[in-house]
């Protein structure tokens, strides 16, 4: 079942801060965040796999709650280089395979 | 340098016709992949493969057809049984244990 990302797209000026949001109705395995530029391949951001997690540095971050069915993505003080498409993929126990979410577009103005 | 290659970037079908799309990897994952994309949506899985000479249909194979002959291979066609096949293709790896994906740069196929 694809998971849902909110907000579908948020502009920004240069500096703002953003949080994007990915939530399932299963519990996850694990929850995998990507970032797509325009008409490029994803790049892959971070993954989590623990209730509870807490992972990446102080500029780009990210959390999965403990009933592990929520992740979030914060984006700090941004920067022109943040724009782009965010996706997270998401993985239940057992499976090989990820569901991606429908992306959050963010876009940064100087 | 280690990484997955699609070919073509550009790829036009007529009406009736077989494509093929490339894709190769040196990152000696086992697992690749195929998605597609469409403007403005996300990855919707065609197929994907865990291990040579198999493979499992994703949530839209219709049309679609795949070979895992080797390892860094993982070819996909798009039949003429696709109506719809103008979309952004993507192949990706990854290790089986960890499935962190990494993406080639996608081929565009549109219809003539």
């Known amino acids: 079942q694809q998971p849902v990302q909110s907000p579908q797209a948020v502009i920004l000026r240069e500096g703002e801060d953003a949080v994007i949001n990915c939530s399932s109705s299963?519990?996850?395995?694990?929850v995998h965040w990507y970032r797509q530029k325009h008409g490029e391949a994803p790049v892959f951001l971070m993954i989590?796999?623990?209730?509870?997690e807490q992972k990446g540095h102080e500029k780009i971050s990210a959390s999965f709650n403990e009933k592990k069915q929520q992740s979030s993505l914060y984006l700090t003080a941004s920067q022109l280089s943040y724009s782009g498409t965010y996706f997270c993929g998401t993985a239940i126990q057992g499976a090989q395979k990820l569901v991606f979410g429908q992306g959050t577009r963010l876009t940064i103005n100087p | 340098d280690g990484g997955i290659t699609q070919s073509p970037k550009y790829l036009f079908r007529k009406e009736g016709q077989n494509v093929t799309l490339s894709c190769e990897q040196n990152l000696n994952h086992d697992a690749m992949y195929w998605y597609r994309q469409d403007p403005g949506q996300g990855l919707r899985l065609i197929y994907y493969?865990?291990?040579?000479?198999?493979?499992q249909k994703g949530d839209i194979a219709e049309g679609y057809s795949v070979s895992r002959e080797k390892k860094e291979s993982f070819p996909l066609t798009v039949t003429s049984a696709q109506k719809n096949p103008t979309a952004f293709y993507l192949c990706?790896?990854?290790?089986?244990?960890?499935?962190?994906?990494?993406f080639g740069a996608g081929t565009r196929l549109s219809v003539l």
């Open positions: 299963k519990a996850l395995y694990s």
């Open positions: 990706a790896s990854s290790t089986v244990a960890k499935n962190i994906q990494y």
């Open positions: 989590l796999l623990k209730g509870g």
């Open positions: 493969s865990q291990i040579v000479n198999d493979f």
